[in-house]
């Protein structure tokens, strides 16, 4: 079946129908990933958006549930060059293909991929239709390609209750002996690796109590504080700051998530108490966003975003050069920032923009990109060592 993509600007790219058969008009972002399009499509931070991979085949190793980085997947359409037919791998559970229908994620293949990315980074983010109606409507449908928004898609991405999640105790050769493998937030699933012998050390953040703000949070950020000895507690987004404190957390985790960041107007009122107290906060992404926000920042949307497993950032305490994995259309404006509340901490090597922020005289330090990655890079998980040691010691690490 035909399927044509449709942009605000008018440009049409004709191609194959791929995914669930309906129609869809959304934000339209590139990712430059060369793997992991499973994590893509279950990442919540792509709520509100149509995804293109700049990857030319997608799906060849088709979809394994074990990977998914949240409980479903939250693009509103797939766009790829070519769809794989076949999918080798063990660990295979469907095809790509299935899982779009499953997930009612509308397609479209055999464009030209390239094209598209370069239209993008020339002109901006644009608003486009998947459609298989070929019959369509050009001066009918611009006017609402022009009007769509994605609007406050934190609400709908976020878990609807709290839930714990308790963190390995002890690591053999093998990795944790206990701790969550997967999680699902709705139905509190805690995958309990089985117990192995030759245990060899305790692990650096046994025992803490760390509060997560779920604004779309991947499972490798509460996995990445399981293993690491954490007890993970999982708020809703539109938690009150108050119920946060009272729980009596070592350390606050702020998540990443979709949209713009100045429409979570109430969320950032509640980031601000929590500012305010003396508990230890990591902030990841929207959560960065959030805490520039609530501290007198301003940000602003970009052209077409940083979004992909490559891009490089600079720690510019110590000139040292990250690979990181990103995915955000927003950054902090770090010329409307106050140095006596925050000053830069990272930056991207390719465009100079913000990447992390260190709070003056706070226990606070927030990144825009992953250190969770998932799949990759790990060059910045040690950040979450980093959170482990402040909350240890009381003061930055």
């Known amino acids: 079946m035909k399927a044509f993509l449709i ?12 995914g669930a058969d ?61 769809l794989s037919r076949l999918a080798s791998n063990f660990r295979k559970d469907i095809t790509i293909q299935e899982f779009l229908k499953e997930q009612d994620i509308p397609g479209i293949a055999g464009i030209d991929t390239r094209a598209l990315t370069k239209l993008l ?6 608003n486009g239709m998947i459609t298989t109606d070929e019959n369509y409507n050009l001066n009918a449908i ?15 991405v976020t878990c609807s209750q709290k839930y714990e999640i308790k963190g390995a105790r002890t690591l053999d050769e093998n990795g944790p002996i206990s701790g969550s493998a997967r999680f699902a937030p709705d ?40 293993q690491r000895g954490c007890d993970v507690t999982v708020y809703p987004a539109l938690t009150a700051a108050e119920e ?31 500012y305010e107290t003396d508990i230890p ?34 720690d510019l305490k110590t000139g040292r050069v990250y690979i990181s994995s990103q995915n955000h259309g927003y950054v902090v404006d770090t010329d409307k920032l ?17 990447e992390g922020l260190s709070y003056t005289g706070k226990n606070i330090f927030t990144v825009q990109y992953h250190p969770e990655a998932c799949p990759g890079p790990q060059d910045s998980s040690y950040l979450f060592d980093r959170f482990i040691k402040m909350m240890e010691v009381g003061k930055d690490a």
Not at 121 to 126: N, Q, V
Not at 142 to 156: A, C, I, N, Q, R
Not at 338 to 354: H, M, R
């Open 7 to 18: 942009l605000e600007d008018g440009t049409v790219f004709a191609g194959t129908h791929i």
């Open 22 to 82: 309906r129609e869809i008009i959304s934000e339209i972002v590139f990712n430059t990933s060369m793997a992991g399009y499973l994590e893509v499509l279950t990442d919540p931070s792509y709520a509100g958006q149509a995804v293109c991979m700049t990857y030319p085949l997608i799906g060849n190793y088709g979809v394994c549930r074990e990977d998914m980085e949240s409980r479903q997947a939250w693009p509103d359409g797939f766009i790829v060059r070519e």
């Open 121 to 126: 980074r020339e002109k901006g983010t644009m």
């Open 142 to 156: 611009l006017p609402k390609l022009k009007e769509y928004t994605t609007g406050k898609v934190v609400e709908k």
């Open 187 to 226: 139905d509190f699933a805690a995958g309990i690796r089985e117990k192995r012998p030759s245990i060899t050390r305790q692990l650096n953040g046994l025992g803490k109590k760390v509060a997560l703000l779920d604004f779309g949070a991947k499972d490798n950020i509460v996995r990445s504080l399981a």
């Open 244 to 274: 946060i404190i009272a729980d009596q957390p070592d350390g606050i985790m702020l998540s990443n998530g979709p949209g713009d960041p100045k429409e979570c107007v109430s969320i950032i009122k509640e980031i601000r108490k929590l």
């Open 281 to 314: 906060i990591f902030a990841i992404c929207l959560g960065h966003q959030l805490m520039a926000l609530a501290t007198g920042a301003d940000t602003h949307k970009m052209k077409y975003g940083h979004r992909g497993g490559n891009h490089p950032v600079k």
């Open 338 to 354: 106050d140095p006596k509340v925050a000053v830069p901490a990272f930056i991207n090597v390719n465009d100079g923009t913000n």
